[in-house]
């Protein structure tokens, strides 16, 4: 009885030759963010190609020159963000990945169930508010044990206004404080020109932002934070 020995075709193999990549995620909900936005590496050529996961993939391109990464979120409620060369994960390293977290905007349309702040930053009190542009801000929260100080992983900039957003994302095993109204106890980290300050306890419902009102501005002044 003859044999026959069938092969079959040998496939051309493609190899891709990514140099790194960018994961973007949302700073609230840590989804990946792929559509509407744009992302810039200044310095090389070419423009990044997103994978079936979803990442931003630079191929063949010489890293010599990379000066930052930009990102433009067009109109997505996110905040610009700009990361220097020194903080991305590039080759030789095992995993050429970076993942960067897209603060909220003002008008970021926060889900149900989040703990969060939407505020003003402004210089001083005295006579017509001047809005402070650019600062940092960022939560932290009194942990269940009443004692300890813990920072919120998300930060925002306040806009051209001073308005900014603040989010207290919590992780599974993370427990704050909360009295006996519900409430849990933050403070407010602002980073300006190199000088940090903290506000002074702020009473926040849990599971719910909390927004400017009549009777509750929510406005800070960096002349009354503390150093």
Avoid at 33 to 42: F, K, L, Q, S
Avoid at 47 to 65: C, H, M, Q, Y
Avoid at 202 to 212: C, D, F, I, M, S
């Amino acid at each position: 009885m003859q044999r026959f020995v069938i092969r079959q075709p040998m496939e051309q193999a493609y190899v891709r030759h990514a140099l790194f990549a960018v994961e973007l995620l949302d700073g609230v909900t840590l989804a990946r963010v792929t559509d509407g936005v744009t992302v810039v590496a200044e310095g090389l050529r070419g423009k990044p190609t997103i994978n079936a996961s979803g990442l931003f993939v630079w191929r063949r391109e010489d890293l010599a020159a990379l000066r930052k990464v930009s990102i433009e979120p067009g109109v997505l409620p996110y905040q610009p963000r700009e990361v220097l060369k020194r903080d991305l994960h590039l080759p030789p390293e095992p995993k050429p990945l970076t993942s960067i977290q897209l603060s909220p905007r003002i008008d970021y349309p926060f889900p149900s169930g989040m703990t969060g702040v939407r505020g003003t930053l402004i210089e001083d009190r005295i006579g017509a508010p001047v809005a402070v542009r650019n600062a940092e801000m960022q939560l932290r929260w009194l942990d269940d044990d009443g004692v300890t100080w813990r920072d919120a992983p998300t930060r925002s900039v306040t806009n051209t206004k001073g308005d900014f957003a603040a989010v207290l994302r919590l992780a599974s095993t993370e427990v704050p404080h909360v009295d006996a109204n519900g409430d849990v106890t933050v403070r407010l980290r602002v980073r300006r020109d190199g000088n940090e300050r903290s506000s002074l306890d702020v009473k926040l419902v849990q599971g719910r932002v909390t927004e400017p009102t009549a009777s509750d501005t929510m406005t800070f002044a960096w002349d009354e934070l503390q150093p």
